[in-house]
């Protein structure tokens, strides 16, 4: 089983400044394979980043990953107050063939 | 544009059978895999297992000895049986689609881009 884990757990910050988050796997992830999503509370998470670096349909450009192997990055460039939210690495492996991180916390300074 | 409906019993006792259904509107069935995850309350998120148009299914291993994932292609929906359920399958169920949205001619890359409202089933005596 490839295990994702994500950090920091919690990240503390003010709108405007820079996000980086991180997922990293115990084994390597196809690029290909990796997916970032954004939870808010009491909402269905929403997909953000998929194939490690492509943004999914009406995602602003503020939000970017990157990343190969065992190390993936989702960075907001500018954080705007929505932004604050549970973020989730996942990746499709073998079995089981899908896992998630276990989620970081973005949250107002 | 695809959405998912779900719904099914939210409140359960332990030992009973978990019963979830998903419909899928305005899009087609086949050609996607179809997965319930699930969340504990103020915890992380949890894959429990896909199925496809033509029923080919993958559990998490985790729950596979409890797990049923069916198909009903005449219905367009997707159903989830959990059996002995105990106060650990507390949660918050999700249905979602998983698509390909690589361009044509490339590499795989899928994702959950659809999901379903979400049914918080409890498990109490």
């Known amino acids: 089983e490839i295990v994702l884990t994500q950090s920091p757990g919690t990240l503390s910050l003010s709108p405007g400044e820079r996000a980086t988050l991180s997922c990293r796997a115990s084994q390597s992830v196809s690029s290909s394979y990796l997916a970032w999503y954004q939870q808010k509370p009491g909402q269905a998470p929403r997909l953000l980043i998929y194939g490690a670096s492509s943004r999914a349909t009406g995602i602003p450009d503020r939000f970017s990953g990157s990343g190969s192997g065992t190390d993936f990055t989702l960075t907001i460039s500018r954080l705007e107050p929505e932004d604050f939210a549970v973020y989730y690495c996942?990746?499709?492996?073998?079995?089981?063939?899908?896992?998630f991180g276990q989620g970081t916390k973005l949250e107002i300074k | 544009q695809v959405q998912l409906q779900q719904w099914g019993a939210g409140l359960l006792k332990p030992s009973e059978t978990l019963s979830l259904t998903c419909a899928v509107y305005?899009?087609?069935?086949?050609?996607?895999?179809w997965s319930w995850i699930r969340q504990p309350p103020g915890k992380g998120l949890e894959w429990i297992g896909e199925?496809?148009?033509?029923?080919?299914?993958n559990y998490n291993p985790s729950l596979k000895s409890r797990v049923t994932i069916s198909v009903d292609t005449s219905k367009n929906q997707f159903s989830l049986k959990l059996s002995s359920v105990t106060a650990a399958d507390t949660a918050v169920y999700y249905c979602?689609?998983?698509?390909?949205?690589?361009?044509?001619?490339?590499?795989?890359?899928?994702?959950?881009?659809?999901w379903g409202q979400g049914t918080m089933v409890t498990v109490s005596s």
């Open positions: 305005g899009g087609s069935f086949s050609g996607y895999y």
């Open positions: 199925i496809n148009h033509s029923g080919s299914t």
């Open positions: 996942q990746q499709y492996g073998s079995s089981p063939r899908v896992t």
């Open positions: 979602a689609m998983e698509r390909d949205l690589a361009a044509a001619g490339t590499q795989d890359q899928p994702a959950f881009d659809i």
